[in-house]
């Protein structure tokens, strides 16, 4: 409380900030507004309970995250997720479900990567015991970008990097998911990505309060991973 008057009193600049579901409450969140928070970024990262505490170790339940998103929207605040799809033992009903319960709360704007594991990572030696990751996978095969498709091996590898494509939409409106499901058939390309920067752009906007050339640039841009 001390350090939110101090910082509406002395900075003044409106701020987001990361919370867990857990952690979220009316209380803080009635607190963050007032001392100039206008958004609050949260972690989803699988929308399967099993995956999210049994790969992942985060003991947080789906009814956390629907209560904590409601109440984020509630108070008029910007609510963004974070979300990874590719994960060890996920295929395409697994990542749907993080998908459908981003759609229960409907985010302002949402973040989905694809998971990169580091050499040594609890999860890295998960994926590899368990046959997701080849045995050999070390420093040099990082990809460097969360954006580019993941090393975990999986039946489906293809249709979920369309749906990453597709994620903020189908979060946002869905009643295109069905529609969704069929595009992701069909094999990556240039049209499906540079619809996943303008969505990414345009709702960038709202969450950062960019300009219309802010989003221009958005989409437009070139990815410096690619260099």
């Given at each position: 409380?001390?350090f ?23 209380k ?13 970024s ?17 003991y ?55 998971l ?42 293809r ?20 529609l ?7 094999p990556?390309?240039?049209f ?12 960038m906007?709202?969450v ?17 991973f690619d260099?």
């Open positions: 409380d001390q939110l008057t101090l910082y509406k009193q002395k900075i003044k600049v409106p701020f987001m900030c990361n919370l867990t579901a857990n952690l979220v409450t009316e803080i969140v009635k607190r963050l507004k007032d001392g100039g928070c206008y958004g609050i949260m972690g989803i990262e699988s929308g399967n309970e099993t995956i999210r505490t049994q790969v992942l170790k985060k947080i339940t789906n009814q956390q995250i629907i209560k904590a998103g409601k109440v984020v929207k509630k108070h008029g605040l910007v609510l963004k997720t974070y979300n990874i799809l590719c994960l060890p033992g996920e295929e395409l009903k697994e990542a749907f479900e993080t998908l459908e319960i981003n759609a229960k709360i409907k985010p302002d704007q949402t973040s989905c990567s694809f990169q594991p580091f050499p040594k990572y609890e999860i890295t030696q998960y994926a590899k015991r368990k046959g997701y990751l080849d045995k050999t996978y070390g420093v040099d095969d990082y990809s460097g970008s969360i954006y580019y498709l993941s090393p975990i091996l999986s039946k489906s590898k249709r979920l990097e369309n749906l990453q494509t597709f994620f903020f939409l189908g979060s946002r409106l869905p009643f295109l998911i069905p969704i499901k069929l595009l992701i058939r069909f990556p390309n240039p499906y990505r540079f619809a996943a920067r303008g969505f990414y752009g345009l709702f906007s709202k950062h309060r960019l300009t219309f050339p802010d989003i221009i640039r958005s989409v437009s841009h070139f990815d410096p260099l």
